[in-house]
């Protein structure tokens, strides 16, 4: 804790560590409430450092120190100097061997770092800086060391004790302890260090490698959770198969484990075999789990085992090149997600993503580059940026280079890095070396903050057969970045004609014909001239989202309809209904602001008719097609934010479309009603999703008629997916079946942590005048629990993410969360730091919403003992860092 400004830590100061360490032997001794550490370090001066005199400096928080050791010679206390959060000490050999006896007391460890103490035992989480809570250290990644383990226990109430890499042995000790060791055979950064003592149940089960070699796989949970672990067992199977014949990438180690958690602050955790999850991210049964929970489970699990090589075998020097690992991981998990689930409503959905959570950061205060040039607190840069933007940047290597390319590209950077700690250049040079193409100038999407906007116009001359397309982009201005250099950036084109065929691509360049081209944008503008156009086309642009950008191109509303109906791009399909969409949402909320009532186009309604009749083909992507954009994404386009008048707009949108297409919504709800088993493949999936939004416009009405329709399906589901969306249906209703649902929901599964995170998320994100009322209520119920991160995810950080009740006009909504971030503060401030990113853009509303969120931040800022990670965003935010 601290009251004055931190430290900012610069990547233009990186330098290598003076020393390095080469193996680690942990011994954990667990006891009643505290564990002893003792900790032996080969250390030898690295000679790439160039300090033959530097002293060593070990990182350490919240650590009792009993006793050192250099050389098997006990020191005395002028021999090291002690500090709170170091240990150094200076004339030191080249080489040494330390050891370090240490008390710590994860009992009353809520900060969920290091190591602490859940309802089952004990788990530690070390990424990004938690491993100096555990002992004293060199923390930072590019100190790689070989690691062997010796865990200590009592044997009754902690039977399992794991740790990283292979058991190499274990036996009992006297008083009814018992012991045992691990060792990791492959050098790694002491943030993927992983312990677990606990009672948990386990799923065993073998996966044989291409190479033929097996290896042990292990899920270990709660008591009593076994029957929901299948899936997430059969989602690493999936995976592990999926690495080996998409990068040639195969499981290293003799046992791979996952544990699972219900204390946990991330998702989960990529630790060298022992991964160490959110049970949010393992659970799951037909009954208790959505469609969504499964896909999540299954991108989730892949992204974690991907890391094994994308994180673990070659990792990130220091912590500015974070993306290195993420953004590289989440690009091969949606790779994963793509190839075992529908591709095309992967993409529109990682878009939707991108959009709601990466772009507001990029015109925010958060706004930072792929790699981060500077931070306070390294744990406030897990963000959208690095991980979505990240795999964005990955994502466009592969469509300039193309796909055979990007695996040779793949190939050499772990023939070039396996075992080493590295950079974004270093991967970016690997690509460019594999391919030919000349990639520096694309350097500038991991140095460069902000949101890149392209601009294109169209021309066509019917007597020359010639289509002219005009790119222009530019880039915002951001701190410590007031001018942009331009962006090397990928634009996918088709051109469709007017039977609906993509007509063929001929370029001066070359004779070839393709109708789809990647357009490289280099400069601040370019002209693309299309020779032997036949007819005048509609433009179909940044096909598959080849580039986080904002287009601009001026669709009239017949082309966009004609784009929807044509398009061979999903995506764009997709796209063109959201571009209808918004342009009648955007025009309605002006109306609303100005006191008139806004109007809507029968065009849209007619499109929105033909999607409903074509979706038995494709029911996925009638869903998506179908849904509107939301809220949070709208208010970009924006330049004051009327958040009153956008939420009525958008609904408004709704209600026209449930009162146009009342009989079609009906006919398609009743036409995908189940008809046997669940089932949570993607085919089925396609048919709940197209069903449940159509249920969602019907209720739009909140007639007595679709009140009852929507608590028979709730009443009579036999599965998560259905009943869930039945109860948030209901939710939005002001009607006694909203309240009787509510009740039966809770009664029902009150016993199951996760299902009761949807019930109060599901209440906090509601539209109802009387959310925050009930909200506030619900911070006082025993289904919630300030120190569980979930719980805070599920009540109060999806009541940020409600755009209309958080943004109340009279600021209600700014002091209660203002509010409930300081009491978390005390308690997890990595949680608490998250939970205050939801003021992010308050800038954009008006000026008494501004000051009514200027004074809630202010109260967090002058809070005596405000955490670093909230001092950072607060501060920012504010607009003084």
């Known amino acids: 804790m601290t009251q004055h400004t931190p430290h900012t830590t610069l990547l233009a100061d990186y330098t290598p560590p003076p020393f390095l360490i080469d193996t680690v032997d942990v011994d954990i001794d667990f006891r009643s409430g505290e564990a002893i550490v003792t900790a032996q370090l080969a250390v030898r001066r690295n000679p790439a450092a160039h300090t033959p005199d530097a002293p060593l400096v070990l990182d350490g928080e919240e650590l009792e120190l009993l006793g050192i050791s250099l050389d098997g010679v006990e020191l005395a206390a002028d021999r090291y100097r002690l500090s709170p959060d170091r240990l150094t000490l200076a004339a030191l050999p080249d080489a040494f061997r330390l050891e370090t006896r240490t008390r710590i007391h994860p009992d009353g460890n809520t900060r969920l770092s290091g190591l602490y103490r859940s309802a089952n035992g004990y788990f530690t989480q070390c990424e990004a800086q938690g491993f100096r809570r555990i002992t004293w250290f060199q923390d930072r990644p590019d100190v790689m060391s070989r690691y062997t383990v010796t865990l200590h226990a009592d044997k009754a109430a902690l039977p399992q004790l794991l740790a990283n890499g292979n058991p190499v042995a274990s036996g009992d000790e006297a008083g009814g302890r018992h012991w045992a060791r691990w060792q990791d055979p492959f050098p790694k950064p002491c943030y993927l260090f992983a312990v677990v003592a606990a009672k948990l149940d386990v799923l065993s089960d073998s996966y044989r490698t291409l190479s033929g070699r097996d290896v042990k796989l292990a899920i270990y949970v709660e008591h009593g959770k076994l029957d929901q672990c299948e899936h997430a067992m059969s989602a690493l199977k999936k995976a592990m198969q ?44 037909p009954d208790v789990a959505t469609d969504v929970d499964y896909e999540n489970i299954d991108r989730v699990v892949a992204h974690e085992y991907f890391h094994n090589w994308t994180g673990n075998r070659v990792t990130c020097r220091d912590w500015f090149q974070l993306s290195l690992k993420e953004g590289l991981t989440v690009f091969r998990d949606q790779q994963f997600g793509a190839d075992v689930h529908n591709r095309s409503v992967a993409r529109i959905r990682e878009v939707r993503g991108l959009r709601a959570s990466q772009f507001p950061e990029d015109n925010g205060p958060m706004v930072h580059p792929v790699r981060p040039a500077s931070y306070i607190e390294i744990n406030n840069f897990y963000t959208a940026t690095v991980y979505q933007k990240g795999a964005e940047v990955v994502r466009m290597i592969q469509t300039l280079i193309g796909k ?77 970045q007031p001018e942009k250099q331009p962006f090397h950036i990928p634009v996918t084109v088709g051109l469709v004609g007017p039977n609906g065929e993509d007509l063929p691509l001929h370029m001066a360049v070359d004779s070839n014909m393709p109708t789809e081209r990647v357009l490289s944008l280099q400069t601040a503008s370019q002209e693309f001239v299309f020779e032997k156009v036949s007819v005048a086309p509609a433009p179909s642009l940044l096909r598959d989202f080849s580039a986080p950008v904002v287009l ?90 009327d958040p009153d008048a956008l939420h009525a707009a958008r609904n408004g949108l709704r209600r026209h479309l449930a009162e146009q297409l009342g009989a079609e919504f009906r006919a398609c709800y009743e036409s995908l009603a189940p008809t046997g088993i669940y089932r ?85 994100t509601s539209r109802r005048p009387g959310t ?30 409600n755009h209309v009740r958080f943004h109340a006009a009279d600021g209600s909504g700014y002091r209660f969360l203002a509010e409930q971030t300081r009491k978390l503060d005390g308690i997890n401030p990595q949680v608490a730091a998250r939970l205050a990113r939801c003021f992010d853009r308050w800038r954009r509303f008006d000026s008494a919403r501004q000051t009514h969120a200027r004074a809630a931040l202010e109260m967090l800022r002058n809070h005596k003992g405000l955490s670093r990670d909230v001092f950072e965003i607060v501060e920012r935010s504010l607009g003084i860092s």
Request: charged share 25%; net charge negative.
């Open 772 to 801: 925050l009322v009930e909200v506030e209520r619900l911070v006082a119920h025993p289904a919630f629990d300030l120190r569980n991160p979930n719980k805070v995810y599920a009540l109060l950080r999806a009541f940020g993410s």
């Open 552 to 641: 601009g191109f001026d669709y009239s509303a017949a082309e966009l309809a004609h784009l929807l109906a044509h398009d061979r791009d999903p995506f764009n399909r997709c796209e063109a209904g959201q571009r209808l969409a918004s342009q009648l949402i955007i025009g309605a909320t002006a109306a609303i602001s100005a006191g008139r009532t806004p109007s809507w186009s029968a065009d849209f309604a007619k499109a929105a008719a033909r999607v409903l009749a074509e979706s038995a083909t494709d029911p996925a992507f009638a869903a998506e097609a179908l849904t509107l954009p939301g809220e949070a994404t709208l208010a970009e386009q924006l330049d004051v934010v």
């Open 680 to 764: 949570p493949d993607s085919q089925d999936a396609a048919r709940r999703a197209l069903r449940n939004v159509c249920l969602g416009y019907l209720c739009e009405t909140d007639s007595a008629e679709t009140r009852a329709l929507a608590k028979k399906q709730f009443d009579t589901a036999d599965n998560m997916t259905d009943q869930f969306a039945a109860l948030s249906v209901l939710a939005q209703s002001e009607g006694e079946e909203r309240v009787q649902a509510m009740a039966a929901f809770y009664a029902r599964w009150k016993d199951e942590a996760l299902v009761i995170d949807k019930w109060l998320q599901v209440q906090s």
């Open 242 to 285: 999926w690495d080996e014949q998409t990068f040639g990438l195969e499981c290293d180690l003799d046992i791979y484990m996952i544990v699972a958690v219900g204390d946990f602050n991330m998702g989960a955790m990529e630790n060298k075999g022992l991964n160490i999850f959110n049970t949010k991210y393992v659970l799951a049964r």
């Open 404 to 480: 055979p390319a990007f695996r040779r590209g793949m190939d050499l950077y772990f023939k070039r890095h396996d075992g080493q700690a590295v950079t974004c250049d270093d991967f970016v040079a690997a690509m460019a070396d594999a391919s030919g193409v000349d990639l520096k100038q694309f350097m500038r999407w991991y140095d460069q903050a902000g949101l890149p906007h392209v601009r294109a116009t169209g021309s066509y001359d019917a007597a020359k057969q010639r289509y002219v397309l005009r790119l222009s982009q530019s880039c915002a201005a951001t701190p410590g």
